[in-house]
């Protein structure tokens, strides 16, 4: 053995890190099992993973990668200084995913990684949104420089060998910009964590994306102008071997994030795949997917989708009223053809979640209230979740506003689509955050919460899988005062987690007032979990339960559009039904 083989190897340590955001109180918002995996972590982990097996560093050098999403993992700066300067300092922190209500703490994470003289790069839709379509400078960028944190905009395929090399030496460049150059993602190393990773979310389940970039123009939209309107995709070979190597670890729960699955090529071969991996291979997938309201009319998609393990769907529905989409330039939404695709789904026992926006120039609290009551009455749509319009930096919206000078919130913290960031031409701040909680309590009470189990009940919907979800989308505003999608199991703090500028709690009052607080919440959990399993367990125990039927679970007909108030409220709504009758009645002539 020659003396370099027999050298003990340098070890490099990479921290990558998924920073979450401060909430309402200051404190960091974590949980002791998170609901929603973080696909840019995994993205980045199995990119990183896969560097380190090529020995990028060369083969002297040893790379540790690990992966903490803050959403459900405490980062202990103290401790993570303590093993880096245990490597002499050799290694670098990567934010990752960093969205713009994650910036400001993104920020208070890599400052005493600074100060210890440790490379600290920040990549994610705030940086790549704000490079994008601003000026280079807004917004807050400057924050970044002025720490030295290395601005990573773009995507990370093909580029983190050039940056891990750069940190090694010491000489991490301040900006690496790769927006222009958007790489294949087919036979690249696959999105992939951990099982300790995964076991911190519910149900065991983690995440991939089968492809990226969105083909529409919405307007509050980052996504196409981070990741571009033309799509690109992995292979049913990628798919398949993500779904190996997790299934290797006992995960095969996934929620696949692209934007619209529906509208990747590839989406046939691809559940082909996944369909021959449950079928004939055994592996017992549960899926999420998220697709566009017209994912119905593509022939087999709904069905394969639900052989493949498809068991949950996510709609951005955004509104009932068409003179809100054609603001929104979400023309590819046709509020004629909700309910026939609800249906669809509904059709194959999948469960069916739809995002609605509250705050479109045409909103007031009254057209809100009733455009839910058609909704709750008319369609057949099980979790509705909702948002308030926010002028996301990296959105046309958010560029609109901020070339004319209009004032938004300066607190980027605050841009978490449930927070009021500007001004509305038709409500108050206080009367648009007074309808986005209402809105909540209005769609979730009681009431019509047994209107959806019956729904679920007659359509072969696992009733056990409503009330979790019920349990979750009604009390996470009410309980927790944050969005469902980023709500977990207990809410976790730590005194060290307060926002900087926020008074320090003692440690005597602040422990105490912890437990309690989470006694009472559990409580509160509980309660309502009791609740809901009994209405669950009464609608399951009807001997007529699948006689059930209301207007939204009334097949689509001719007569909807005379019958149905969802196309009669508007001057905009009979509009949208006289146009696609013209479009029915030149397309029949044509054939």
Request: proline share 5%; charged share 25%.
């Amino acid at each position: 053995m020659s003396i370099a083989e027999s050298r003990p190897k340098r070890r490099f340590q990479l921290l990558l890190i998924k920073p979450s955001h401060y909430g309402d109180d200051g404190y960091v918002i974590r949980w002791w099992r998170a609901t929603i995996p973080s696909n840019s972590l995994a993205s980045v982990y199995g990119i990183a993973q896969e560097s380190a097996a090529r020995q990028v560093l060369g083969p002297d050098v040893e790379i540790d990668i690990e992966a903490m999403d803050e959403f459900n993992t405490r980062i202990d700066i103290a401790k993570l200084l303590k093993r880096l300067a245990a490597h002499g300092n050799f290694g670098m922190v990567g934010l990752i995913g960093v969205q713009s209500n994650q910036y400001p703490r993104a920020l208070d994470i890599a400052r005493p990684f600074r100060d210890a003289g440790i490379p600290v790069a920040i990549g994610g839709f705030h940086v790549s949104g704000c490079l994008s379509m601003l000026d280079g400078k807004a917004v807050d960028l400057d924050a970044c420089r002025e720490l030295g944190v290395s601005i990573f905009a773009g995507e990370a395929e093909g580029r983190i060998d050039l940056l891990l090399q750069h940190a090694a030496k010491g000489e991490l460049q301040p900006l690496y910009n790769y927006l222009d150059d958007l790489p294949g993602i087919e036979g690249t190393p696959v999105p992939f964590l951990p099982l300790a990773n995964v076991k911190r979310t519910m149900g065991l389940s983690t995440s991939f994306d089968a492809g990226r970039g969105c083909p529409y123009q919405c307007s509050f939209c980052t996504i196409i102008n981070v990741q571009g309107r033309k799509s690109r995709y992995r292979s049913p070979d990628d798919v398949e071997a993500l779904v190996r190597a997790n299934w290797q670890q006992g995960v095969s729960k996934f929620f696949i994030t692209d934007d619209n699955f529906a509208r990747n090529k590839d989406w046939e071969a691809i559940l082909d795949r996944l369909i021959w991996l449950k079928e004939e291979q055994g592996i017992p997938l549960g899926l999420m997917i998220q697709v566009d309201t017209l994912c119905h009319k593509i022939p087999n998609f709904v069905e394969k989708s639900k052989r493949a393990g498809v068991t949950r769907v996510f709609l951005g529905l955004e509104s009932i009223n068409p003179e809100n989409l054609l603001q929104a330039k979400k023309r590819q939404n046709k509020i004629t053809e909700y309910r026939a695709m609800l249906l669809a789904w509904r059709a194959q026992g999948v469960i069916t979640l739809a995002g609605y926006i509250l705050g479109f120039p045409a909103d007031t609290p009254q057209s809100i209230l009733a455009d839910l009551d058609i909704i709750k009455r008319e369609l057949p749509i099980d979790i509705l979740e909702f948002f308030c319009l926010t002028p996301l930096p990296g959105s046309e919206d958010h560029q609109t506003l901020w070339k004319a000078g209009v004032a938004m919130d300066a607190d980027l913290n605050k841009y978490d689509i449930e927070h009021v960031c500007t001004a509305h031409p038709k409500m108050s701040r206080q009367a648009w955050e007074d309808i986005y909680q209402q809105a909540w309590r209005h769609y979730y009470e009681p009431a019509h919460i047994e209107t959806l189990l019956r729904r679920a009940a007659k359509t072969g919907i696992k009733l056990g899988s409503m009330v979790k979800l019920l349990l979750i989308f009604s009390l996470a505003v009410s309980l927790e005062n944050v969005h469902p999608l980023q709500s977990g199991v207990f809410r976790l703090r730590h005194p060290s987690e307060r926002r900087p500028g926020l008074a320090r709690e003692n440690a005597l009052v602040f422990w105490p007032r912890l437990a309690l607080e989470l006694a009472r919440k559990t409580g509160a959990i509980l309660s309502t979990a009791g609740r809901l399993s009994r209405v669950a367990y009464r609608v399951a125990r009807d001997p007529q339960r699948h006689d059930y039927m209301d207007a939204a679970l009334t097949p689509v007909s001719d007569d909807d559009e005379t019958e149905l108030a969802m196309f009669t409220q508007t001057a905009a709504a009979k509009q949208a039904v006289v146009h696609r009758n013209k479009v029915l009645s030149l397309t029949r002539g044509t054939a």
